[in-house]
Protein backbone atom coordinates (compact mmCIF):
# COMPACT_ATOMS: atom_id res chain seq x y z
CA UNK A 1 0.00 0.00 0.00
CA UNK A 2 1.52 3.52 -1.07
CA UNK A 3 2.55 6.00 2.10
CA UNK A 4 0.16 8.84 2.44
CA UNK A 5 1.53 12.25 0.97
CA UNK A 6 3.04 14.37 3.85
CA UNK A 7 2.64 17.85 4.11
CA UNK A 8 6.49 19.18 4.08
CA UNK A 9 6.37 21.25 7.16
CA UNK A 10 5.62 18.75 8.98
CA UNK A 11 7.88 17.14 12.15
CA UNK A 12 9.36 13.70 12.54
CA UNK A 13 6.89 13.02 14.69
CA UNK A 14 3.86 14.09 12.54
CA UNK A 15 5.35 12.33 9.44
CA UNK A 16 5.76 8.76 11.56
CA UNK A 17 1.91 9.57 13.14
CA UNK A 18 0.52 10.11 9.13
CA UNK A 19 2.24 7.09 8.01
CA UNK A 20 1.80 4.69 10.49
CA UNK A 21 -1.99 5.78 10.95
CA UNK A 22 -5.14 3.93 10.12
CA UNK A 23 -7.41 6.43 9.55
CA UNK A 24 -11.28 7.05 8.00
CA UNK A 25 -11.93 8.25 4.59
CA UNK A 26 -12.27 12.23 4.64
CA UNK A 27 -14.85 13.81 2.14
CA UNK A 28 -13.26 14.22 -0.75
CA UNK A 29 -13.74 17.96 -1.24
CA UNK A 30 -13.46 20.45 2.24
CA UNK A 31 -13.41 23.69 3.38
CA UNK A 32 -11.73 25.07 6.12
CA UNK A 33 -11.97 28.68 7.42
CA UNK A 34 -9.10 30.27 9.38
CA UNK A 35 -6.98 27.50 7.32
CA UNK A 36 -3.86 29.55 7.71
CA UNK A 37 -3.82 29.71 11.18
CA UNK A 38 -1.83 27.33 13.38
CA UNK A 39 -4.35 24.57 13.46
CA UNK A 40 -5.94 25.59 10.41
CA UNK A 41 -2.85 25.01 8.50
CA UNK A 42 -2.24 21.41 10.64
CA UNK A 43 -5.97 20.47 10.04
CA UNK A 44 -5.53 21.68 6.10
CA UNK A 45 -2.68 19.44 5.84
CA UNK A 46 -4.19 16.99 7.29
CA UNK A 47 -7.49 16.67 5.51
CA UNK A 48 -4.97 16.04 2.41
CA UNK A 49 -2.72 13.43 3.86
CA UNK A 50 -6.21 11.18 4.64
CA UNK A 51 -7.29 11.58 0.75
CA UNK A 52 -9.55 14.49 0.31
CA UNK A 53 -9.37 15.81 -3.65
CA UNK A 54 -9.97 19.28 -3.08
CA UNK A 55 -9.37 21.37 0.13
CA UNK A 56 -9.92 25.02 -0.04
CA UNK A 57 -8.66 27.31 2.91
CA UNK A 58 -10.25 30.28 3.45
CA UNK A 59 -8.71 32.67 5.31
CA UNK A 60 -7.87 36.79 5.83
CA UNK A 61 -4.16 36.33 6.42
CA UNK A 62 -2.22 34.77 3.32
CA UNK A 63 -0.95 31.38 3.94
CA UNK A 64 2.22 31.66 5.15
CA UNK A 65 5.85 30.61 3.08
CA UNK A 66 6.42 27.46 3.77
CA UNK A 67 2.30 26.60 3.32
CA UNK A 68 2.26 23.27 1.58
CA UNK A 69 1.90 23.84 -2.44
CA UNK A 70 0.16 20.58 -3.31
CA UNK A 71 -2.50 20.22 -6.00
CA UNK A 72 -5.50 19.37 -3.68
CA UNK A 73 -5.37 22.93 -1.39
CA UNK A 74 -6.79 25.62 -2.47
CA UNK A 75 -5.09 28.66 -0.49
CA UNK A 76 -8.33 31.38 -0.68
CA UNK A 77 -7.32 34.87 0.59
CA UNK A 78 -10.87 35.70 2.09
CA UNK A 79 -12.63 37.38 4.94
CA UNK A 80 -16.05 35.57 6.76
CA UNK A 81 -17.19 38.52 7.63
CA UNK A 82 -17.50 39.15 3.66
CA UNK A 83 -21.30 37.64 2.83
CA UNK A 84 -20.61 37.83 -0.69
CA UNK A 85 -17.23 35.80 -0.30
CA UNK A 86 -18.33 33.71 2.00
CA UNK A 87 -21.08 32.68 -0.33
CA UNK A 88 -19.06 32.23 -3.41
CA UNK A 89 -16.65 30.21 -0.83
CA UNK A 90 -19.32 27.98 0.19
CA UNK A 91 -21.09 27.91 -3.69
CA UNK A 92 -17.88 25.25 -4.42
CA UNK A 93 -19.76 22.05 -5.78
CA UNK A 94 -19.77 18.99 -3.50
CA UNK A 95 -18.18 20.40 -0.69
CA UNK A 96 -18.54 17.41 2.04
CA UNK A 97 -18.61 19.29 5.08
CA UNK A 98 -17.62 22.40 6.34
CA UNK A 99 -14.22 23.04 9.13
CA UNK A 100 -15.24 26.95 10.86
CA UNK A 101 -11.93 27.11 12.36
CA UNK A 102 -11.99 31.24 11.84
CA UNK A 103 -12.17 33.32 15.16
CA UNK A 104 -10.40 36.25 16.44
CA UNK A 105 -8.81 34.67 19.27
CA UNK A 106 -7.29 35.43 22.66
CA UNK A 107 -7.45 39.16 24.59
CA UNK A 108 -5.75 41.17 22.31
CA UNK A 109 -8.48 42.28 19.47
CA UNK A 110 -10.53 45.23 19.85
CA UNK A 111 -13.74 44.54 20.97
CA UNK A 112 -15.99 44.83 17.85
CA UNK A 113 -13.78 42.73 15.61
CA UNK A 114 -14.82 39.78 18.35
CA UNK A 115 -18.60 40.02 17.66
CA UNK A 116 -18.06 40.81 13.53
CA UNK A 117 -15.74 37.71 13.09
CA UNK A 118 -16.88 35.02 15.65
CA UNK A 119 -20.64 35.68 15.91
CA UNK A 120 -21.34 37.45 12.82
CA UNK A 121 -18.94 35.44 10.58
CA UNK A 122 -20.52 32.46 12.29
CA UNK A 123 -23.92 33.15 11.05
CA UNK A 124 -22.73 34.29 7.36
CA UNK A 125 -21.06 30.64 7.01
CA UNK A 126 -24.50 29.11 8.69
CA UNK A 127 -26.81 31.09 6.15
CA UNK A 128 -24.70 30.34 2.92
CA UNK A 129 -24.07 26.43 3.35
CA UNK A 130 -27.61 25.74 3.86
CA UNK A 131 -28.45 28.08 0.85
CA UNK A 132 -26.26 25.79 -1.11
CA UNK A 133 -26.90 22.53 0.47
CA UNK A 134 -23.89 21.75 2.45
CA UNK A 135 -25.27 19.73 5.31
CA UNK A 136 -22.38 19.62 7.15
CA UNK A 137 -20.45 22.08 9.90
CA UNK A 138 -17.64 21.12 12.39
CA UNK A 139 -17.43 24.07 14.90
CA UNK A 140 -14.05 25.07 16.19
CA UNK A 141 -14.79 25.70 19.95
CA UNK A 142 -12.89 26.93 22.90
CA UNK A 143 -13.99 25.86 26.89
CA UNK A 144 -13.29 29.29 27.86
CA UNK A 145 -17.12 29.68 26.63
CA UNK A 146 -17.72 28.04 30.18
CA UNK A 147 -14.83 29.48 32.28
CA UNK A 148 -16.40 31.47 35.42
CA UNK A 149 -13.28 31.47 37.36
CA UNK A 150 -13.85 28.80 39.15
CA UNK A 151 -11.72 25.48 39.09
CA UNK A 152 -12.33 23.59 36.32
CA UNK A 153 -10.93 20.51 37.81
CA UNK A 154 -11.51 17.20 35.62
CA UNK A 155 -15.42 18.04 34.55
CA UNK A 156 -17.02 16.62 31.79
CA UNK A 157 -18.89 18.88 28.94
CA UNK A 158 -22.27 18.14 31.16
CA UNK A 159 -21.10 19.08 34.22
CA UNK A 160 -19.51 22.39 33.35
CA UNK A 161 -21.89 25.51 33.16
CA UNK A 162 -24.37 25.94 30.95
CA UNK A 163 -24.53 28.43 27.66
CA UNK A 164 -25.37 31.19 27.77
CA UNK A 165 -23.65 32.25 30.80
CA UNK A 166 -24.77 35.29 32.73
CA UNK A 167 -21.01 36.84 32.33
CA UNK A 168 -18.39 35.89 30.67
CA UNK A 169 -14.72 36.14 31.86
CA UNK A 170 -13.56 37.95 28.30
CA UNK A 171 -14.73 39.07 24.69
CA UNK A 172 -13.58 36.23 22.91
CA UNK A 173 -14.56 33.80 25.35
CA UNK A 174 -18.29 35.47 24.99
CA UNK A 175 -18.55 35.70 20.91
CA UNK A 176 -17.59 31.76 20.36
CA UNK A 177 -20.11 31.30 22.51
CA UNK A 178 -22.48 33.35 20.73
CA UNK A 179 -21.16 31.50 17.68
CA UNK A 180 -21.11 27.87 19.04
CA UNK A 181 -24.90 28.64 20.19
CA UNK A 182 -26.02 29.48 16.29
CA UNK A 183 -24.06 26.33 15.64
CA UNK A 184 -26.27 24.49 18.14
CA UNK A 185 -28.96 26.02 17.48
CA UNK A 186 -29.23 25.59 13.65
CA UNK A 187 -28.67 21.61 14.02
CA UNK A 188 -31.32 19.08 12.69
CA UNK A 189 -31.04 15.77 10.81
CA UNK A 190 -30.86 17.74 7.63
CA UNK A 191 -28.08 20.20 8.82
CA UNK A 192 -26.05 18.47 10.91
CA UNK A 193 -23.80 20.10 13.02
CA UNK A 194 -21.29 19.75 15.82
CA UNK A 195 -18.71 21.57 18.20
CA UNK A 196 -15.11 20.11 19.13
CA UNK A 197 -12.61 22.54 21.59
CA UNK A 198 -9.13 21.64 22.36
CA UNK A 199 -7.09 22.72 25.72
CA UNK A 200 -3.95 24.82 25.51
CA UNK A 201 -3.14 23.65 22.13
CA UNK A 202 0.99 23.47 21.12
CA UNK A 203 2.98 21.85 18.65
CA UNK A 204 5.40 22.64 16.07
CA UNK A 205 4.60 26.24 14.48
CA UNK A 206 2.58 27.21 17.52
CA UNK A 207 2.38 31.07 16.80
CA UNK A 208 0.01 31.93 20.58
CA UNK A 209 0.94 30.29 23.29
CA UNK A 210 4.43 29.20 23.83
CA UNK A 211 5.70 32.43 21.93
CA UNK A 212 4.00 34.59 23.49
CA UNK A 213 5.34 33.55 27.04
CA UNK A 214 8.83 32.42 25.95
CA UNK A 215 9.14 36.03 25.14
CA UNK A 216 8.36 36.74 28.90
CA UNK A 217 10.97 34.01 30.19
CA UNK A 218 13.48 35.12 27.74
CA UNK A 219 13.42 38.82 29.14
CA UNK A 220 13.95 37.22 32.38
CA UNK A 221 10.67 38.60 33.32
CA UNK A 222 8.26 35.63 33.91
CA UNK A 223 7.55 34.40 37.03
CA UNK A 224 5.55 31.44 38.60
CA UNK A 225 1.93 33.13 39.42
CA UNK A 226 0.73 31.32 42.49
CA UNK A 227 1.68 28.48 44.17
CA UNK A 228 2.02 27.20 40.23
CA UNK A 229 0.61 23.91 41.72
CA UNK A 230 -2.54 24.27 39.15
CA UNK A 231 -3.55 21.72 37.23
CA UNK A 232 -4.20 21.55 33.49
CA UNK A 233 -4.19 19.32 30.50
CA UNK A 234 -2.67 20.08 27.09
CA UNK A 235 -3.54 19.65 23.35
CA UNK A 236 -1.48 18.63 20.47
CA UNK A 237 -2.23 20.13 17.22
CA UNK A 238 -2.34 16.65 15.38
CA UNK A 239 -4.85 15.26 18.23
CA UNK A 240 -7.13 18.57 17.54
CA UNK A 241 -7.20 18.35 14.33
CA UNK A 242 -8.15 14.47 14.70
CA UNK A 243 -10.82 15.58 16.87
CA UNK A 244 -12.39 17.74 14.38
CA UNK A 245 -11.41 15.48 11.47
CA UNK A 246 -13.67 12.53 13.02
CA UNK A 247 -16.52 14.75 14.15
CA UNK A 248 -17.13 14.84 11.05
CA UNK A 249 -17.87 11.08 10.40
CA UNK A 250 -20.27 11.66 13.45
CA UNK A 251 -22.96 13.87 11.96
CA UNK A 252 -25.33 11.33 10.23
CA UNK A 253 -29.51 11.65 11.46
CA UNK A 254 -30.07 10.57 14.84
CA UNK A 255 -26.04 10.93 16.20
CA UNK A 256 -25.70 11.00 19.72
CA UNK A 257 -23.01 14.30 18.66
CA UNK A 258 -25.76 16.02 16.77
CA UNK A 259 -25.59 20.13 18.44
CA UNK A 260 -23.07 19.30 20.86
CA UNK A 261 -19.93 20.36 22.31
CA UNK A 262 -17.31 18.43 23.08
CA UNK A 263 -13.68 18.79 24.62
CA UNK A 264 -10.59 16.64 22.88
CA UNK A 265 -7.41 16.50 24.74
CA UNK A 266 -4.22 14.49 25.24
CA UNK A 267 -6.03 12.22 27.37
CA UNK A 268 -4.40 9.99 29.97
CA UNK A 269 -0.90 10.66 27.80
CA UNK A 270 -0.28 12.61 30.05
CA UNK A 271 2.34 12.13 33.03
CA UNK A 272 1.44 9.23 35.26
CA UNK A 273 -1.75 8.60 32.76
CA UNK A 274 -3.35 11.16 34.19
CA UNK A 275 -5.43 13.62 32.24
CA UNK A 276 -3.69 16.46 33.62
CA UNK A 277 -0.37 17.88 34.29
CA UNK A 278 1.24 20.54 36.61
CA UNK A 279 1.25 23.83 34.18
CA UNK A 280 4.03 25.76 35.40
CA UNK A 281 6.56 22.83 35.94
CA UNK A 282 5.51 21.64 32.20
CA UNK A 283 6.09 25.32 31.19
CA UNK A 284 9.60 24.85 32.75
CA UNK A 285 10.74 22.37 30.68
CA UNK A 286 10.34 24.78 27.87
CA UNK A 287 11.97 27.63 29.24
CA UNK A 288 14.75 25.53 30.12
CA UNK A 289 14.73 24.44 26.67
CA UNK A 290 14.88 28.11 25.24
CA UNK A 291 18.14 28.52 27.54
CA UNK A 292 16.59 30.64 29.79
CA UNK A 293 16.62 30.05 33.61
CA UNK A 294 14.57 27.74 35.22
CA UNK A 295 11.18 29.58 36.67
CA UNK A 296 11.59 27.34 39.93
CA UNK A 297 14.74 29.38 41.30
CA UNK A 298 13.22 32.47 40.75
CA UNK A 299 10.29 34.30 43.36
CA UNK A 300 7.04 33.55 43.17
CA UNK A 301 4.36 36.79 42.32
CA UNK A 302 1.42 36.25 44.96
CA UNK A 303 -2.19 35.78 43.01
CA UNK A 304 -3.55 38.57 45.11
CA UNK A 305 -0.63 41.27 44.13
CA UNK A 306 -0.99 39.93 40.16
CA UNK A 307 -4.66 40.76 40.46
CA UNK A 308 -4.09 44.34 41.77
CA UNK A 309 -1.24 44.64 39.19
CA UNK A 310 -4.04 43.32 36.50
CA UNK A 311 -6.77 45.25 37.53
CA UNK A 312 -4.67 48.58 36.41
CA UNK A 313 -3.07 46.87 33.34
CA UNK A 314 -6.55 46.37 32.13
CA UNK A 315 -7.86 50.16 32.89
CA UNK A 316 -4.57 51.67 31.25
CA UNK A 317 -5.13 49.23 28.16
CA UNK A 318 -8.90 50.82 28.17
CA UNK A 319 -7.36 54.39 28.22
CA UNK A 320 -4.48 54.06 25.91
CA UNK A 321 -5.06 51.42 23.42
CA UNK A 322 -1.91 49.37 24.95
CA UNK A 323 -1.66 45.81 24.79
CA UNK A 324 -0.43 44.39 28.39
CA UNK A 325 0.20 40.36 28.43
CA UNK A 326 -0.65 40.60 32.40
CA UNK A 327 -4.34 41.15 32.40
CA UNK A 328 -7.07 39.77 35.11
CA UNK A 329 -8.23 37.22 32.75
CA UNK A 330 -4.55 35.52 32.01
CA UNK A 331 -3.63 35.99 35.95
CA UNK A 332 -7.52 33.73 36.57
CA UNK A 333 -6.63 31.41 33.91
CA UNK A 334 -2.85 30.81 34.57
CA UNK A 335 -3.40 30.27 38.30
CA UNK A 336 -7.08 28.21 38.34
CA UNK A 337 -6.83 24.40 37.83
CA UNK A 338 -8.41 23.61 34.14
CA UNK A 339 -8.54 19.98 32.98
CA UNK A 340 -11.14 17.64 31.63
CA UNK A 341 -12.55 14.39 31.73
CA UNK A 342 -12.60 13.91 27.96
CA UNK A 343 -14.99 10.02 28.42
CA UNK A 344 -17.80 11.87 26.32
CA UNK A 345 -15.82 12.37 23.05
CA UNK A 346 -14.26 8.85 22.92
CA UNK A 347 -17.67 7.50 23.75
CA UNK A 348 -19.24 9.72 20.96
CA UNK A 349 -16.49 10.66 18.74
CA UNK A 350 -14.58 7.48 19.03
CA UNK A 351 -11.67 9.82 19.83
CA UNK A 352 -8.75 8.62 21.02
CA UNK A 353 -4.90 10.82 20.76
CA UNK A 354 -2.63 10.15 18.07
CA UNK A 355 -0.07 11.45 19.27
CA UNK A 356 1.50 10.63 23.02
CA UNK A 357 1.90 13.91 25.22
CA UNK A 358 6.08 13.32 26.48
CA UNK A 359 6.55 12.73 22.58
CA UNK A 360 4.77 15.72 21.20
CA UNK A 361 5.90 18.25 24.24
CA UNK A 362 9.85 17.38 23.70
CA UNK A 363 9.73 17.29 20.18
CA UNK A 364 8.03 20.82 20.33
CA UNK A 365 10.92 22.07 22.67
CA UNK A 366 13.29 21.29 19.94
CA UNK A 367 11.19 22.68 17.55
CA UNK A 368 11.00 25.80 19.04
CA UNK A 369 14.73 26.17 20.26
CA UNK A 370 15.80 25.25 16.70
CA UNK A 371 13.08 27.24 14.46
CA UNK A 372 11.63 29.66 16.36
CA UNK A 373 14.61 31.18 19.32
CA UNK A 374 17.27 31.96 16.73
CA UNK A 375 15.28 34.90 15.18
CA UNK A 376 13.06 36.31 18.18
CA UNK A 377 15.66 36.28 21.02
CA UNK A 378 14.61 38.27 23.87
CA UNK A 379 10.95 40.07 24.34
CA UNK A 380 9.17 42.78 25.46
CA UNK A 381 8.54 41.30 28.76
CA UNK A 382 5.63 39.74 30.36
CA UNK A 383 3.59 43.08 30.73
CA UNK A 384 3.57 44.94 27.61
CA UNK A 385 3.29 43.80 24.16
CA UNK A 386 2.83 41.05 22.31
CA UNK A 387 4.98 38.12 19.83
CA UNK A 388 5.35 39.49 16.83
CA UNK A 389 3.21 36.98 14.79
CA UNK A 390 0.24 37.50 17.11
CA UNK A 391 0.08 41.12 16.53
CA UNK A 392 0.69 40.52 12.69
CA UNK A 393 -2.51 38.61 12.34
CA UNK A 394 -4.40 41.21 14.72
CA UNK A 395 -3.43 43.83 12.22
CA UNK A 396 -4.37 41.77 9.11
CA UNK A 397 -7.91 40.72 10.47
CA UNK A 398 -8.77 44.33 12.19
CA UNK A 399 -8.11 46.07 8.46
CA UNK A 400 -10.06 43.62 6.61
CA UNK A 401 -12.91 44.09 9.00
CA UNK A 402 -12.89 47.59 8.88
CA UNK A 403 -12.83 47.51 4.74
CA UNK A 404 -15.70 45.15 5.15
CA UNK A 405 -17.40 47.30 7.42
Known amino acids: MPEPPIAPPSSNLQRKTTINGKYAPVPPVCIVTG????????????LVERGAKKVISFDVVPP???????????WRVGDITDKKAVDELLS??????VWHNAAAVGPYHPRDLYFKVNYEGTLNIIDSAKKHGINKIVFSSSPSTRFTGEDVDGLTEDEMPKLPLGRYMQTYAETKALGEMAISNACTNEFMTVAVAPHQVYGPRDNLFLPNLMEAALSGKLRIFGS???RICFTHVDNYCHGLIIAEKALYPNSPALGKFYIVTDGTTHPEGNQYLNFWRILDEAVIGMGAKSLWSKAHLPKGLLLVVAFFCDLMGKMFGVTFKLNTFSVIVLTM?????????EKDLGFKPIIDFREGWDETIVWFRENWLPTNGVGKGMLAGIAKSTQAKIDIQDKSAKMVG
Do not use: Y
Not at 35 to 46: A, P, W, Y
Not at 64 to 74: C, M, R, T, Y
Not at 92 to 97: N, S
Open 337 to 345: HRWFDISAA
Open 228 to 230: GEN
Open 92 to 97: TPQVGC
Open 64 to 74: PPDAWKHPNIE
Open 35 to 46: GTGFVGCRLVEM
